[in-house]
Structures are given as structure tokens and as C-alpha cells.
């Protein structure tokens, strides 16, 4: 019971704060037909296919009725780290890229241009199997933060550009 009594007024406040859910209401709407309705390019090289992959999931892409279309090109780096005394690096950081831009089918006027950045850390092992395992997982993870990136910022660029509905 007292628990309850402390989280009413901490309710209170966030409803005063400013913060709104993004689908909430009837903005959801207009959000969902903007992630609905946008097709994603094809994207070179393997991380490309599987950040295409991963938006695509998340976008509902492929149904073929379109009007607008994500074009992304991709920046996969892999810097070594932590020099031994063999010249051997020791710690790999790979950082994944993206420069994506939504244009609308119907005029080619590009709505929104931006970037979205991942990066993770490979420690290096004697084994060279080891090592290039991490590398997949670590570019597997970096394709799932890139993907959730970019559908967050197409969300709320159709929160902010939908028309208020009575």
C-alpha cells in the first residue's frame, strides 16, 4: 500500500513532464503508415544484406505499395588495438556506419537524411576461428542496433511531421 501512495505522485509528475508514448494516440497511426509503407534498397556488401535484412523485419518491407524509400550505404571498420610486444594486436574495435536518406517514391524528395553509428569490442584469441566468430556476432549485433536506430529516428520523424487529427 505505501508503495502505491509513493508511485501516485511520481505518475503525476511524468504526466506533467512533457513526455508522450510515440504510438500513442492517434500520432500510432500515422507512424505505422510510414513504417508500413517504406522499402529498403538494396544495401552492398554482406553487413549491408543484413542490416536490409533486419529493417526489413522490423518495416513490414516487400508488400510492394510503397511511397516512400530508404537508401542506406554502410561504413564496416575494424581497427586493431593493444600491440604486444610480437606486433600482434591484442583488441579489435569494429564500428558499423550508416548514412541513410527516406525518399518519397512519388517526386524523389528526400525527407530525411541522417546517420546512425554502432560499435563493439573483439578481443583477440589464439585461436584465428575464435576471432573471426566474434567479428560475425559482433557485425550481427552492431546490424541489430543500426537497424533499431534508424527505425527509431523514422518514427519519430513521422511523429513530428503527422497532421494533428481532431
Not at 505505501?2 to 494516440?25: E, I, K, Q, S
Request: glycine share 8%.
Amino acid at each position: 500500500m505505501m508503495r502505491r501512495a509513493l508511485c501516485l505522485p511520481l505518475l503525476l509528475a511524468l504526466t506533467a513532464c512533457g513526455l508522450r508514448p510515440l504510438y500513442g494516440g492517434s500520432s500510432g497511426v500515422a507512424i505505422a503508415g510510414l513504417l508500413h509503407s517504406v522499402e529498403v534498397t538494396p544495401i552492398e556488401g554482406h553487413s549491408g544484406w543484413l542490416v536490409r535484412n533486419k529493417l526489413r523485419d522490423r518495416l513490414a518491407d516487400g508488400d510492394g505499395s510503397s511511397t516512400y524509400r530508404l537508401a542506406v550505404t554502410l561504413d564496416d571498420d575494424i581497427t586493431a588495438f593493444g600491440i604486444r610486444g610480437d606486433r600482434a594486436a591484442t583488441f579489435e574495435r569494429r564500428t558499423l556506419r550508416a548514412r541513410y536518406q527516406l525518399i518519397e517514391v512519388a517526386n524523389g524528395t528526400v525527407l530525411l537524411d541522417a546517420t546512425a553509428s554502432a560499435d563493439a569490442g573483439i578481443d583477440i584469441v589464439s585461436s584465428e576461428y575464435a576471432t573471426v566468430a566474434a567479428e560475425q556476432t559482433a557485425l550481427e549485433r552492431l546490424s541489430d542496433q543500426l537497424a533499431d536506430q534508424i527505425v527509431t529516428r523514422l518514427a519519430l520523424y513521422a511523429s513530428r511531421t503527422a497532421a494533428p487529427q481532431p
